[in-house]
Structure formats: structure tokens, C-alpha cells
């Protein structure tokens, strides 16, 4: 049986076989490059009573980026895009988490890539809970952003010959969590 928002108060990490940290760029001006992530951490305090008082840290793995590519993931971790081996991770903290109500809820915090730390707000959507075959609590939400790539210092780019870019200034970031539930308080 699925718990109520207010008895889900606990300290929670994310399972990383079950998010996906993702992102969407468009390419050439005519289509989009969609990649995710595949090494991150992240740990979270909810509070049911009082969400505004939830928060939460994530660390990506910049040299995790994956877009189906491989040369185009080399080129994605370089100085051109997220320099990895310079900047080896992306972070997110929290400042601020609104309720909007229903399952909705507007997250502020910082965003850290390439060594720029700039603030974002991700809308995410509550999606559920549930118990695991293990006896595991755990909390799904939704959320994406959009970002200006070149706040963060990615500001790589070529000319198209029929005038254009060939990669946009937004990314979208998606992030599909899947966290469970370590300790209540």
C-alpha cells in the first residue's frame, strides 16, 4: 500500500539502476542529440510535513555522458563541452524546495558545470511511492529544466554553411528518480 505524502519523511539515496539523468540538445538546427548520464550519486532529505524543508546534493560523473556516440561522447568530455578530466563532476545542491501544490513541487539550487556554479529551478512531479519486493520504501519524481549551455561556459560551436549552428545554446536536462528511503526521521 502506497504511503502518504506526510509518512515519507527519511534521509533517501538515489538508485542509480532505476534514474535516469538525462538531457536533450538540439543538433544542426534540425534535430535534437538525446544522452544521459550513467554514473551519479545523489542523497536527499525529504519531509512530508514540511517540504520546503526537504533537500538534496547530486553528483554526476561528467565522463559518464553517453549519447550512442562514441566520438561524439570524446568530444562532449573535452575542454570544447564539459572538460572532464579538468571538471570531472557535475553537482546540484539545493537552496530552496516550494510546494505548488498537489504533487508538484518547484526545486531551486546550484548548478555546477565545467567549474560555473549558476542557479536553476526544476519543476518536478511527485509520481509515487512504493514498497520493493526487498522491503525498500521507495519515491519516484519527475522534473526537467532548461539550461543556457554557455551561462556554464560551453560555448563551442561551428557555423552550418547555410547559416546556422550546429549545436543549440538550450539543453533540456531530464531527470527520471527512482529514490529509496535509508532512515526516517
Given at each position: 500500500m502506497a504511503a502518504e505524502l506526510s509518512e515519507l519523511t527519511g534521509d533517501y539515496v538515489l538508485d542509480p539502476a532505476h534514474t535516469r539523468i538525462g538531457f536533450v540538445a538540439r543538433h544542426a538546427m534540425v534535430t535534437k542529440v538525446r544522452g544521459s548520464f550513467h554514473e551519479f550519486e545523489g542523497i536527499a532529505h525529504l519531509d512530508g510535513e514540511d517540504p520546503a524543508r526537504s533537500t538534496a546534493r547530486v553528483t554526476i560523473r561528467a565522463e559518464s555522458i553517453d549519447t550512442g556516440v562514441q566520438q561524439r561522447d570524446q568530444h562532449l568530455r573535452?575542454?570544447?563541452f564539459l572538460d572532464a578530466p579538468n571538471h570531472p563532476d557535475i553537482t546540484f545542491t539545493t537552496?530552496?524546495?516550494?510546494?505548488?501544490?498537489?504533487?508538484?513541487?518547484?526545486?531551486?539550487?546550484?548548478?555546477?558545470?565545467?567549474?560555473?556554479?549558476?542557479?536553476v529551478v526544476i519543476d518536478f512531479a511527485y509520481t509515487g511511492n512504493a514498497v520493493?519486493?526487498?522491503?525498500?520504501?521507495?519515491?519516484?519524481?519527475?522534473?526537467?529544466?532548461?539550461?543556457?549551455?554557455?551561462?556554464?561556459?560551453?560555448?563551442w560551436n561551428a557555423a552550418l554553411e547555410g547559416g546556422g549552428v550546429l549545436v543549440g545554446d538550450k539543453v533540456v536536462l531530464e531527470f527520471d528518480v527512482s529514490a529509496i528511503r535509508q532512515s526516517q526521521e
Open positions: 573535452t575542454n570544447d537552496t530552496a524546495v516550494e510546494p505548488l501544490g498537489g504533487s508538484e513541487f518547484r526545486v531551486t539550487g546550484d548548478l555546477t558545470i565545467k567549474g560555473t556554479t549558476r542557479p520493493d519486493p526487498y522491503g525498500n520504501l521507495r519515491v519516484g519524481l519527475e522534473g526537467s529544466v532548461t539550461i543556457n549551455r554557455k551561462d556554464f561556459g560551453v560555448a
